[in-house]
């Protein structure tokens, strides 16, 4: 295949055997470039427009217990119909813009409460054990898709670590830097920047919680939150939080940007729940994309209630929303 270098000459071509584990790394790279960057002129493209993505193939075990009834969203749509407000609000800005990001080479800070804090490679981060994992995700707009994953488990992060009886919480950050990222650089920033997420940690350590590298048998799209993001399939989509490179351990319940933007609309727990609905968005049905109709039921916990109903046991679920 063909490859196309139309980032700046002093941008290093990083091999894909530097940043892929060989025995996940099937073929040789390919460079994915936006079409627009592609078919200008290179004088004309605006700074932001000149960077590529690098994609490459990455192979995983499918995990056959999470296969939902619904076939996966195509990987077109999941790829261009994203929230990711570092790159703007729109929909489509994000799959537009997103490719000014350096994902490579990338750390994951971990600290907090645990016995060995360190920053972690993604090259050893991803040889921890990888699964494909086919997931309802649902986004608190109230539109659902199905996205086959790539990931490990975050409990298995957690013991690299050796999380303290204090840690009680965890807190993940995402990446915020101004000089690549377009939505970071409004006059008003759209909300309190890093965009920050936190789980308690039984929910953090459930066996669905993923911390995923990859869609689609690739590694991810920058606009899906490249290289490494949290994926949390019983949680509205708000609180899988993109590109991380911090996660802390903590004894207090941590608060989220968007829960800093907005208290009455983003509770910590953020369930998918049909009972509980949001001020703007009725939670009773969703739209699985591409439909335009909000056609089907909510289910409650995103249908994954077997894995997780027992965190909650006792709990009111409306006042804790
Ligand atoms: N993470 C960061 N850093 N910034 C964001 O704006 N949007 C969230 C979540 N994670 C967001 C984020 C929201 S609202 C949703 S619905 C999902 O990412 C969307 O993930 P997707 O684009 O892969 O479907």
């Not at 008003?188 to 929910?203: A, F, H, I, Q, S």
């Not at 009455?264 to 009773?284: A, C, I, L, M």
């Not at 591409?290 to 209630?305: D, I, Q, V």
Request: positive net charge.
């Amino acid at each position: 295949m063909t490859q196309f270098r139309i980032a700046p000459p002093d941008m290093p071509l990083i091999r894909a055997s530097e940043i892929t584990p060989k025995e996940v790394f099937l073929n040789r790279r390919q460079w994915l470039a936006g079409a627009g960057a592609l078919t200008s002129a290179a004088g004309l493209l605006a700074p932001s427009a000149q960077a590529a993505q690098v994609i490459e193939p990455l192979a995983a075990k499918p995990n056959k217990a999470f296969a939902p009834s619904d076939a996966p969203t195509d990987k077109k749509l999941a790829t261009t119909y994203n929230n990711y407000y570092e790159f703007g609000t729109s929909k489509s800005a994000p799959a537009n813009e997103a490719a000014t990001l350096t994902v490579r080479p990338w750390s994951v800070e971990v600290t907090g409460e645990v016995a060995k804090p360190r920053r972690i490679d993604l090259e050893e981060l991803m040889r921890l054990p990888l699964e494909e994992r086919i997931y309802r995700f649902r986004c608190v707009e109230a539109w659902s898709m199905v996205v086959p994953w790539i990931g490990f488990e975050f409990r298995h992060l957690a013991a690299l670590v050796e999380p303290t009886s204090k840690a009680r919480f965890v807190r993940f950050t995402s990446v915020a830097r101004k000089e690549e990222m377009t939505g970071l650089r409004t006059a008003v920033p759209v909300l309190d920047w890093p965009y920050t997420e936190g789980l308690r940690l039984d929910e953090a350590m459930n066996p669905l919680t993923l911390m995923s590298v990859g869609m689609y048998g690739e590694t991810l799209p920058n606009q899906n939150g490249a290289p490494i993001r949290l994926v949390v399939p019983w949680k509205y989509g708000f609180k899988s939080a993109k590109s991380i490179v911090k996660i802390e351990f903590l004894e207090q319940q941590p608060t989220s940007s968007w829960t800093k933007s907005a208290m009455h609309e983003y509770g910590f727990y953020s369930n998918v729940n049909p009972n509980v609905d949001h001020p703007r968005w009725s939670q009773k049905r969703e739209r699985l994309l591409p439909s335009l109709f909000a056609s089907r039921e909510t289910e409650l916990f995103n249908g994954y209630t077997a894995q997780v109903a027992s965190l909650y046991s006792g709990m009111d679920l409306k006042a804790n929303f």
